[in-house]
DNA sequence: ATATTTCTGACTATATTTGACCATATAAAA
DNA sequence: TTTTATATGGTCAAATATAGTCAGAAATAT
């Protein structure tokens, strides 16, 4: 009882497994093509399989030349940061547990001070021009990337 | 999986790596049969990506001797570039843009390589969960504090 | 019966390639 | 010296090749 998702999942899954070191580039036409289905049922199986929270960072590329780019980062690791931030709503942030969660990650030398504070020059109120409900929504979506690309850091140490 | 212009865009930064001073004189004509593309393509090339985000300037002659004058800049003085690039930096910024920025960031050693990608992963549009419109205004924003915040961390500490 | 997940297609966004037409510098001819 | 021919490079819009979004239909699970 497999859908064509469930397919093209497994298919990507074993083409990450046996790459040396987790980073595919695949071409959607040419998944779409193998799998007799159209080209945003891929887009679907990238958003709904290959989140951050499953441990990958997808990059694409548009025209001639294009491509997917999927890369797979350890999970667990993610999780334990993912879970740290994670206290209450999902996905939204607000500004003090942004500042406390990267307060932690420098205790824990993960980030340097300079590091940290880049960091927060970015991710502060003031450098997003939106209403509070989105900012809290960007700082969720840009730590979660954050600690994905943290979380791949470590396992290549 | 690699392009014409990519192509293109190896070979001239392969000679201007081997000059003596980051200066060179190519001829359109010789780079497009060179490819066997259309000249035409090769200021397609230039204007992508010999731009001044990457750190190039380009001038030309026409006519009988006419040629590519490709420049590599060479390091300046931190705090004017940057001052440069703060006023050069518009409101909005697209995602190349703001890639280019922080790469020529590391060249001039203001940031390590780290800290640029644990900042492009704030940066990038993924991270933005707004529509286009917004997501360059909010690049624009960042950039500037991160500029802001560079320029005067002498001072800050 | 309803909620959730999957699938589809029309429309959009972006990168590259191509070619017709334009601009300018130098050399040769008048 | 002025005009004309030749040799470069420049611009721009259309054609082509990818990928992304979103809303609604269809299938499946609860």
Redesign the interface.
Known sequence: MSTISDMVEKYILNIVKNSEDGII?IQRTDLSSRFSCVPSQINYVIKTRFTIERGFLV?SKRG??G?LKIIKIPMIQTKIYLDRINQGTANYIGAEQARNFLNRLVEEKI?CE??R???W????D?????NKE?KG??KG??LK??I???AN?EENK
Chains 1, 2 share one sequence.
Do not use: A, D, T, V
């Not at 020059?121 to 502060?124: D, R, Y």
């Not at 003031?126 to 939106?130: A, G, K, M």
């Open positions: 580039h990059e001639e030349g491509f980030l300079r590091e504070n880049l960091i020059q970015l991710l502060k003031e450098s997003l021009p939106c989105e929504y960007q979506k840009m990337n954050l994905g690309y943290i850091e």
